[in-house]
């Protein structure tokens, strides 16, 4: 029987847990999910520090014309204190001198026979950036299951930390199965297809993070099925394509049967990409997808991405959705949750003009989907719509409904 969409990524995310963690270094952070929480040791800014190239002053010097004492540079170990009647010259990022009480900038002031004549006014504390607020030292910067991006490492430069604790990246494991499926290195004959399902589930998992293992493709035979399984059997994950329907050479779902696999569900109520399988062999996880690409490539979107950001560890490892306005009427049959394909422009979605499950041209120009429900037969131009990003991601750390109704 088939299962929702819902009760399908219910079981993914119930089976797809985080696998262990390690120490790296954080030059090798980038795109890696934390495993630890970070707490900042010490304040940023470290020191109140000048914010512009100008004049350390007290508020009682406004309209003076004073003579400079010193130059205090950035780096500059020295504490140095306010004389009175005399300013300081300082530069941006220096360490404020004991009794200033504000900065101007250096534009603000008229120099006269090597003198300095301030601004009337001057305003306490201007231009000084204080001791910790940006950072205070105890403060929470970033939590375990955070996806680490170019400024999160900006935050763990700036704590002086070196390594961290990260979840280790899951270990995917592609093949597909087809006696007429070639790769896309090899000669085709007049009967035969190139195999586009694995060099883009290969790129996408790569994209969210995962280390991928390519077993081959496997011939339309229980025993070389069975044998690429076997192979792939130390990964965390095995994606494969094609063979899960009801033809007489459909022989995955029997081959992973034959082998422990524990199914959890087989069959979803989507179209494209109804023979869905999920299920597993031990730790394990396996995703059968169906063999026709476009079907494949947005059911890997939504179960596979899934369970990819699950292994990993995010706290958001929740798909979540865009809300726009639909481009231009839209007419579609009732009768089962659909997966539409499209372009959003940052303003509105357009439906891909024409699409099928074995079609990849749609996909090439489409950066995200609709899931529309079953009982929709349609909608006017303008009508509010959901969408899953397929070029960018969108996950939230909670589960929320994915469904245009």
């Known amino acids: 029987m088939a299962v929702t969409v819902e009760e399908a990524l219910a079981l993914i995310y119930a089976h797809a847990h985080p696998l262990g963690s390690e120490i790296i270094p954080i030059e090798n952070a980038l795109g890696r999910v934390l495993g630890e929480e970070i707490i900042a040791s010490h304040c940023l800014p470290p020191y109140d520090n000048s914010a512009m190239d100008g004049y350390a002053v007290t508020i009682s010097d406004a309209g003076k014309t004073l003579p400079q004492s010193c130059v205090i540079f950035a780096g500059d170990k020295d504490d140095i204190r306010m004389v009175e009647d005399q300013c300081i010259r300082i530069m941006t990022g220096s360490k404020i001198p004991q009794g200033c009480e504000a900065i101007v900038p250096i534009e603000e002031v008229i120099f006269i026979d090597n003198n300095v004549t301030l601004p009337s006014s001057i305003k306490a504390s201007q231009h000084i950036r204080l001791k910790g607020e940006d950072i205070q030292a105890g403060t929470l910067l970033l939590k375990s299951g955070t996806l680490l991006h170019a400024h ?97 050479a459909d022989y995955t779902k029997e081959a992973f049967s034959t082998l422990g696999m524990e199914t959890l569900f087989e069959s979803v109520e989507i179209k494209p990409g109804k023979p869905t399988t999920f299920g597993r062999i031990g730790s394990t996880l396996i995703l059968n997808l169906p063999g026709n690409p476009l079907a494949a490539a947005l059911c890997f979107e939504l179960f596979g991405q899934s369970a990819i950001m699950a292994l990993s560890g995010q706290s958001d490892k929740y798909l979540s959705t865009i809300t726009t306005k639909i481009a231009e009427p839209f007419k579609m049959k009732k009768g089962r949750r659909s997966l539409i394909p499209g372009w959003f422009d940052g303003a509105t979605f357009t439906p891909a003009p024409v699409f099928g499950p074995g079609m990849i041209l749609p996909l090439s120009r489409a950066n995200g989907f609709m899931m529309v429900d079953a009982s929709v037969e349609g909608f006017e131009k303008g009508s509010e719509v959901k969408i899953i990003p397929t070029r960018w991601s969108m996950s939230s750390n909670e589960q929320k409904s994915l469904v245009t109704f």
């Open 152 to 248: 999160h490492l900006t935050l763990l430069a700036s704590q002086g930390r070196t390594h961290v604790r990260a979840f280790r990246s899951p270990r995917v494991a592609l093949f597909a199965s087809g006696n007429e499926l070639k790769m896309h290195f090899e000669t085709i004959e007049s009967h035969q297809l190139y195999n586009t399902n694995t060099p883009t589930f290969a790129a996408r998992a790569r994209e969210l993070g995962c280390d991928v293992i390519f077993t081959g493709t496997a011939e339309d035979t229980m025993e070389s099925i069975q044998s690429h399984i076997k192979s792939a059997l130390d990964a965390d994950f095995i994606i494969t394509s094609g063979g899960v329907s009801v033809g007489d």
